[in-house]
């Protein structure tokens, strides 16, 4: 039987939506899918089929990754979930944050191959200096503009708690697969978890976002290089609610190694 996380138990000691003041609320969710039903229709049949769905999802939930209302209701359990799990042992994590070089242009994330990203991962985890680390995140998205005249690419990356070892240790891990380049100068970013069940639940709920933003180059007041960000516009909302219903829940995780104390590396 597939896992239903309607039906898993939130521990209201780390629930999201009790501790943190920025978790969306169900009001902010229902108002989301409202207005991404409005723009789904001009993506064709997958567009209109994705609508029809979650216009459909009332009482009986339509469960769909691309669904506000229900990766909100998701979210409440992971975010939950992994921050009970951390809070056992908290100074075991690490946070890591990965930018493939993988871009894709607006109207073609559907040729992202998420499979396969997850798959390289698994392999370069298994192949790291840290044996059977317990790792648990997911696949984030942005939509990077530059300051020179290429159009916005959507840039899929990868940001999951890491257990176990040494930041040096879970940085060789990564470092040797994701090379730096003259738009990603830090493709790779560890550090360690801080420990505050506060903390553990907001790392926990990050590691798999419902909002997803615009980056864009820009300069600090001291002159630095940084970055800016806003929400995306809904027409890019919906393009990415297309690709995160066809990947489902199981789909966006990262997962890999085993504890009986965690159930969520085994759901199906």
């Not at 691309?66 to 951390?86: D, I, N, Q």
């Not at 990965?98 to 994330?109: N, S």
Request: proline share 6%; with cysteine.
């Amino acid at each position: 039987m597939k896992f239903n996380f309607y039906s898993a138990d939130i521990n209201e000691d780390y629930d999201p939506a009790k501790h943190l003041k920025k978790f969306e609320t169900l009001s902010e969710a229902h108002d989301r899918r409202r207005r991404l039903m409005s723009a789904l229709p001009e993506f064709g049949e997958p567009g209109r089929a994705l609508a029809e769905r979650l216009n459909g999802c009332g009482f009986f939930r339509c469960r769909s990754a691309g669904c506000p209302v229900c990766l909100r209701a998701f979210r409440r359990w992971w975010g939950s979930t992994l921050a009970e799990y951390m809070a056992r042992d908290p100074e075991f994590w690490f946070t890591v944050s990965i930018v493939p070089p993988d871009l894709f242009d607006v109207g073609h994330l559907g040729g992202f191959n998420y499979g396969m990203l997850k798959d390289r991962v698994r392999k370069q985890i298994a192949r790291g200096p840290i044996s059977e680390p317990v790792v648990l995140g997911g696949i984030d998205y942005d939509l990077k503009h530059y300051d020179d005249d290429r159009p916005p690419r959507w840039c899929p990356h990868l940001y999951f708690l890491f257990g176990g070892g040494g930041k040096g240790l879970v940085d060789g891990t990564f470092r040797r697969h994701y090379p730096k380049s003259e738009d990603v100068k830090q493709p790779v970013f560890v550090t360690p978890q801080k420990t505050s069940d506060k903390d553990l639940i907001t790392t926990a709920t990050y590691t798999f976002k419902s909002r997803f933003k615009n980056r864009r180059p820009c300069t600090d007041s001291r002159g630095n290089a940084d970055t800016e960000h806003d929400d995306l516009a809904f027409h890019h909302q919906a393009e990415l609610a297309i690709l995160q219903d066809q990947q489902g829940f199981l789909g966006r995780m990262i997962r890999h190694g085993n504890d009986k104390f965690l159930p969520a590396l085994r759901v199906r």
